[in-house]
T-cell receptor, first 109, second 122 residues
């Protein structure tokens, strides 16, 4: 089965910092990778799909890259409202089907 | 405006059953597959089940296969999750979500409901 591993599990950064979160798949998943943001006490929201396409309404400071087994989510200049937990998700059909990474908690230093 | 509203969550004893509902509005319901995702308290997201727009195909996580059944009533724009043989580890907030890519399977999710809480405890 394909496993997704995010790193780091948590990080602290300052306003204006460039932040990068990595998601590694245990097998090649092409570009079937999405990223979500879940702010504290809120519902998850879609940020990026097919690895690098920004979902409608998502600020341009967010970007995604990668393919195959290594993917990254980058926030170019961290804003206070970006404090959240971020999840990657594979959405191809390879077992075990749709899977989320364990999450990366981002807070302000 | 797309809206998803879950209901049916409750406190239930181990071994019991529960049926969750998710009412949808603001889009043509049968043109989208729908999904259930759960989140245990303080934990991450776990995909539970999905159903195609026609209802002809269903998908389950290994952790719930054989115990949970997903279905939909396109005439009522509602998707259901029948949960049987519930276990303590099924305790979670259950979200209904819309598949972004449309009626087929395996897609990211673009709209989420607020969730309904299921607690399995004696």
């Amino acid at each position: 089965d394909v496993q997704l591993t995010q790193s780091p599990s948590s990080l602290s950064a300052s306003i204006g910092d460039r932040v990068t979160i990595t998601c590694r798949a245990s097998q090649n998943i092409g570009n079937y990778l999405a990223w979500y943001q879940q702010k504290p006490g809120k519902v998850p929201s879609l940020l990026i799909y097919v690895a690098s396409t920004l979902h409608s309404g998502v600020p341009s400071r967010f970007s995604g890259s990668g393919s195959g087994t290594v993917f990254t989510l980058t926030i170019s200049s961290l804003q206070p409202e970006d404090v959240a937990t971020y999840y990657c998700q594979k959405f191809d059909s390879a077992p075990p089907g749709i899977t989320f990474g364990q999450g990366t908690r981002l807070d302000l230093k | 405006e797309v809206q998803l509203v879950e209901s049916g969550g409750d406190l239930v004893q181990p071994g019991g059953s529960l049926r969750l509902s998710c009412g949808a509005s603001g889009f043509t319901f049968n043109e989208y597959a729908m999904t259930w995702v759960r989140q245990a308290p303080g934990k991450g997201l776990e995909w539970v089940s999905g159903i195609t727009g026609s209802g002809g195909s269903t998908y389950y996580a290994d952790s719930v296969r054989g115990r949970f059944t997903v279905s939909r009533d396109n005439s009522k724009s509602t998707v259901f999750l029948q949960m049987n043989s519930l276990r303590a580890e099924d305790t979670a907030l259950y979200y209904c979500a819309r598949d972004y890519f449309g009626p087929g399977s395996y897609s990211p999710f673009d709209y989420w409901g607020q969730g309904t809480l299921v607690t399995v405890s004696s």
